[in-house]
């Protein structure tokens, strides 16, 4: 049975937890971009890295190999929600396409699952609770106090493989061996039994004189060329951008 929950559920794991790639938004002027290394749970191998840069309320997300050749692009609209907003996300490593456009009344989701496959759709009704990609991150921003002091939070992810959301609880944890000292950690735990069986609790840390996201420890939502979600350890890195003698922004 559980290899039948594993085969039907495979995707739904990977991809509602849309939160590694995107988890917030730029909100400090100084920093320019946040790179986080993705690697690899088990051996600690580099599997890639993620560059996120923000314009107003649009956060694109680029990721690379280790070796720098860029596979794929996200790109979040935060303009409707931020809580959950809309974006795109396409993996150029198996040619997968996710596309969710939110707005107060409904939610629209598109998947297409590789290359061969073609895009199924479907529309669900918003509901209060409800949680999309990067939303996580302004989620727990939005109740940092409350999920402080102990409070457990009940939410609904949007899960596009399925084209339907999963309920999960978040909570404050204790953190990750190896994660920087004083951070602020909090786990998301699946609050259906079966969803248990296939994956452990997502672990993130904070910083949390600023709220800046640390570390993620979990299912990653970035397929390999094969279509498998490895478990990834991401570790993140604020830059600032280099300023000339002018004052003026360096271009790459």
């Not at 198996?94 to 969710?100: A, L, Y």
């Not at 999309?132 to 921003?141: E, H, L």
Request: proline share 4%; aromatic share 10%; net charge positive.
């Amino acid at each position: 049975m559980i290899r039948l929950y594993a085969g039907r559920f495979r995707f739904v794991i990977a991809l509602l937890l849309g939160l590694t790639s995107s988890q917030w938004v730029l909100a400090d002027a100084s920093v320019d971009r946040v790179v986080g290394k993705a690697y690899d749970l088990k051996t600690g191998a580099l599997l890639y890295r993620e560059t996120h840069t923000l314009n107003n309320e649009i956060q694109n997300v680029e990721y690379s190999e280790p070796d720098g050749q860029v596979f794929g692009h996200k790109k979040i609209d935060y303009s409707q929600s931020k809580t959950a907003p809309s974006y795109t996300q396409v993996n150029e490593r198996n040619g997968e396409i996710v596309k969710v456009v939110s707005n107060p009344q409904k939610i629209t989701i598109s998947y297409q699952k590789n290359r061969e496959s073609q895009p199924e759709v479907t529309s669900l009704q918003f509901e209060q609770g409800m949680v999309v990609d990067a939303g996580f991150n302004n989620f727990i921003k939005e109740y940092w106090q409350a999920l402080s002091n102990g409070t457990k939070m009940d939410v609904k992810f949007i899960v596009p493989s399925r084209q339907t959301d999963i309920g999960f609880t978040i909570a404050r944890s204790q953190c990750k061996p190896g994660t920087q000292k004083g951070a602020e950690c909090f786990s998301m735990t699946p609050r259906a039994w079966w969803v248990k069986l296939l994956v452990d609790p997502i672990v993130v840390a904070y910083d949390p004189s600023d709220k800046r996201l640390l570390r993620y420890t979990g299912r990653g939502n970035v397929a390999n060329k094969n279509g498998d979600y490895p478990d990834v350890d991401i570790q993140y890195q604020y830059l600032k951008a280099p300023v000339k003698d002018s004052g003026q922004k360096v271009t790459s």
